[in-house]
């Protein structure tokens, strides 16, 4: 028989120490004194060594159970808080929120969403799981995320889309380059430039997958860089140009530094969407976040960084 004890052996042993004798104790533990006896002979056999003694009528504890009452309270006071956790989850008071979208940029637009968020739920924790960017909806679906921001449409019977908000990509050149004062750009156009992108692989890249693939159409030269903010002042001074979001270089464009503008004639634009996992009821803390990023979206708040 496996000899493992239990919690309840711990709490026994821990009241009979505190209280001296089996007659407190077992009034404490709302036992029989003949059934605490037998529950702590039942200990001691499942040891294989005495745990107290008795003397004139008091228990006093041997050298083993002095080390297992060293152990009891650790262990039972992380008991009482794990159910109280565990209480807190059920209620939706507390938890984790773990997030990542298909973009690098994502704490541009965090703290805009955070700071609304936690003076509702204080105690729920919001977390960016950055190396789920690239395929967060597979995290999604290995259990690693509880929401996905995504701008890749997609039909899954496991997961659920709530629209966000619609953005557009555009071109951005300096004011001096050859394309400034075009009124749209095409495919064709960026045959002879210089691409600034992000580092993706071209299956990763929007321009590629929408535009330059399906027109076969290859810049003259491309160039992956990891940040936003360098890939526009690359822009800046000529060295190229790139496509990104129109409301992340608005502040560029209207100081009149950069120009944006339209890819192909009709625009280029994106639906943005929450994926989660399909449940009947999700938590109250999940639908709120979702519902802070559609009323904090890029349209209104200039703040999802991402192409």
């Given at each position: 028989?496996?000899r493992h004890l ?128 690239r395929r967060p ?171």
């Amino acid at each position: 028989m496996p000899r493992h004890l239990e919690v309840r052996h711990l709490r026994l042993i821990e009241t009979v120490a505190r209280e001296g004798g089996i007659t407190k104790a077992a009034h404490r533990l709302h036992l029989t004194q003949s059934a605490l006896s037998h529950q702590l002979r039942d200990i001691e056999e499942k040891l294989g060594i005495r745990l107290f003694i008795r003397l004139n009528k008091r228990m006093l504890l041997t050298q083993a159970g002095e080390r297992l009452l060293t152990a009891a309270p650790l262990v039972l006071d992380e008991l009482r808080r794990a159910e109280e956790d565990i209480r807190q989850i059920a209620l939706h008071r507390e938890g984790l929120l773990r997030i990542s979208t298909e973009c690098y940029t994502c704490y541009h637009w965090l703290p805009a969403v955070l700071k609304p968020f936690q003076e509702v739920f204080p105690r729920i924790e919001v977390r960016i799981v950055a190396e789920a960017t690239r395929r967060p909806v597979e995290a999604l679906l290995d259990g690693r995320l509880d929401l996905a921001v995504i701008s890749t449409a997609m039909r899954n019977r496991n997961l659920t889309f709530k629209p966000l908000f619609r953005d557009e990509l555009v071109v951005i050149a300096s004011p001096e380059h050859r394309l400034a004062s075009r009124p749209y750009v095409t495919a064709k156009d960026l045959a002879e430039e210089h691409l600034l992108v992000y580092a993706l692989p071209n299956e990763e890249l929007t321009v590629f997958q929408k535009v330059l693939v399906p027109a076969g159409v290859k810049p003259r030269q491309v160039s992956r860089v990891e940040l936003t903010e360098a890939i526009i002042e690359m822009v800046k001074a000529g060295l190229g140009v790139s496509v990104m979001a129109g409301w992340a270089v608005a502040p560029s464009v209207e100081a009149g530094r950069l120009r944006a503008l339209p890819l192909t004639a009709r625009g280029l634009h994106r639906q943005w969407s929450a994926a989660m996992i399909r449940h009947k009821a999700p938590p109250p803390y999940l639908r709120k976040f979702v519902e802070l990023i559609a009323s904090h979206s890029p349209a209104q708040q200039k703040a999802l960084a991402c192409a």
